[in-house]
């Protein structure tokens, strides 16, 4: 079973960036498909980036462009690079993980079996 660790997170003022990364213990990042989710307060959780084992990247319109993910085998770490950051972008941003290749529906929250704890990003206008 492996376990997530998030961490990146801060605050941020509109424009700005910041790099998450998502840290897997007890199994090998390379052979999950990996997510990053987001839930703002009072909203559903959002699928954000997702990527398959063989690293194809899916994306949602509201940040095509502007993030990244990206995976380390080496370190067993994905990572979110985010870049030009909004307001609303503020939100909890949480990594999963499942383990098989997601031929489709990488932004499904449904679709992942492991979940990180979450790490805050908060950006200011």
């Known amino acids: 079973q492996v376990h997530l660790v998030e961490s990146g997170g801060g605050s941020v003022q509109a424009g700005g960036s910041l790099r998450l990364s998502c840290a897997a213990s007890?199994?090998?990042?390379?052979?999950?498909?990996m997510g990053w989710f987001r839930q703002a307060p009072g909203k559903e959780r959002e699928g954000v980036a997702g990527?398959?084992?063989?690293?194809?990247?899916t994306y949602a319109a509201s940040v095509k462009g502007r993030f990244r993910i990206s995976r380390d085998n080496a370190a067993n770490t994905v990572y979110l690079q985010m870049y030009n950051l909004k307001p609303e972008d503020t939100a909890m941003y949480y990594c999963?993980?499942?383990?098989?290749?997601?031929?489709?529906?990488?932004?499904?929250?449904?679709?992942?079996?492991?979940w990180g704890q979450g790490t805050q990003v908060t950006v200011s206008s």
């Open positions: 990527l398959s084992t063989i690293d194809t990247t």
């Open positions: 999963a993980a499942v383990e098989s290749d997601l031929l489709r529906g990488r932004l499904d929250s449904t679709n992942y079996d492991y």
């Open positions: 007890g199994g090998t990042a390379r052979t999950y498909s």
